[in-house]
């Protein structure tokens, strides 16, 4: 039996092109699901599964993320004299207490691989996560995390989301090939970087959250750039099956890509529709507008 991870890397360093020109002054990671930022859920997730120390990767110029995890006094100040105890208390507990955030700068833009790299003096030598803010994942039950966190501490293995894709997009994300693939977890055998359809091992895609061992740092740092050329992670991964356990872990739960435009408002729709004083009003204007 492994231990269980207390450290959780977020890479927040990117600058949000695709939502120009909100992501000018808001980092993409602070646009908001309601009344929380996107964040904010992927820091829900890690928390629910254990962890403890949460290791946020940016550049020099996002400070939003820093400034929504630090207390902010004076708001604080004016929601108490004002007697609104209810959001004086959702700005207090963006983050429970024994949990710290700790700020890296990656200084250059190298890529996802660079990124996790950067977190190696935080992380130390044991078992973390890595989770991308812009993939939500949506469920009921546990979050993703703590699936992948069951097992890996059940299982001493690395652990890497997966979720089907069609054939066809294959070459848009890492794609992993599996050996005993019982339906829902299967050790990996190959993992490769956006391949074409017809190179494709299979159609299971990688999602943007990673239970990994402190040995993918030594990997990382003898991997030469790869695609566009970055330092990727996938390269390292690739690596890390020589000689250790990684295993593919098909969650439960949905996945929205709030990278994307569509998959931002269909987050929306579905935590609009979870809101116990949204869902009604929701439904009623979403209805309303597809009649028209």
């Known amino acids: 039996m492994s231990v269980r991870i207390k450290k959780a890397v977020f890479p927040v360093a990117g600058l949000g092109t695709r939502f120009l020109p909100a992501t000018k002054t ?11 930022p996107l964040i904010q859920y992927a820091v829900d997730e890690a928390i629910e599964a254990g962890c403890d120390t949460l290791i946020f990767i940016t550049n020099r110029y996002k400070h939003a993320v820093a400034d929504y995890f630090d207390k902010a006094y004076e708001l604080e100040q004016k929601l108490e004299r ?20 700790v700020f ?8 996802l691989g660079h990124a996790v790299l950067c977190a190696k003096p935080i992380v130390g030598d044991e078992p973390f996560a890595v989770l991308l803010p812009d993939d939500l994942i949506w469920n009921r039950g546990d ?15 690395s652990v890497i989301a997966v979720e089907d894709v069609p054939h ?16 829902r977890k299967g050790h990996i055998t190959q993992i490769v970087e956006k391949p074409k359809p017809e190179d494709a091992p299979s159609d299971l895609a990688v999602v943007g959250r990673y239970v990994l061992s402190p040995k993918i740092f030594e990997l990382l740092e003898s991997t030469g750039t790869g695609a566009g050329g970055e330092i990727q992670l996938t390269d390292a991964i690739a690596q890390l099956l020589t000689s250790e356990q990684v295993d593919a872990f098909r969650f439960e739960g949905t996945r929205f890509d709030c990278g994307t435009h569509l998959g931002l408002v269909e987050a929306t729709v579905r935590f609009a529709l979870e809101n116990p004083k949204l869902a009604g009003p929701a439904r009623e204007v979403m209805q309303k507008m597809l009649a028209e």
């Open 143 to 157: 979050g993703a995390l703590k699936q992948m966190a069951d097992l890996n501490e059940a299982s001493g293995a």
């Open 26 to 36: 808001v980092p993409k990671e602070m646009l908001p699901i309601i009344d929380r």
């Open 104 to 111: 890296v700068t990656q200084t250059e833009a190298l890529g």
């Open 168 to 183: 066809e997009k294959t070459g848009s994300y890492g794609i992993v090939a599996t050996d005993k693939f019982d339906g």
């Open 82 to 101: 004002a007697g609104k105890t209810e959001q004086l208390e959702q700005i207090r507990h963006v983050l429970p207490k024994g949990v710290r955030a």
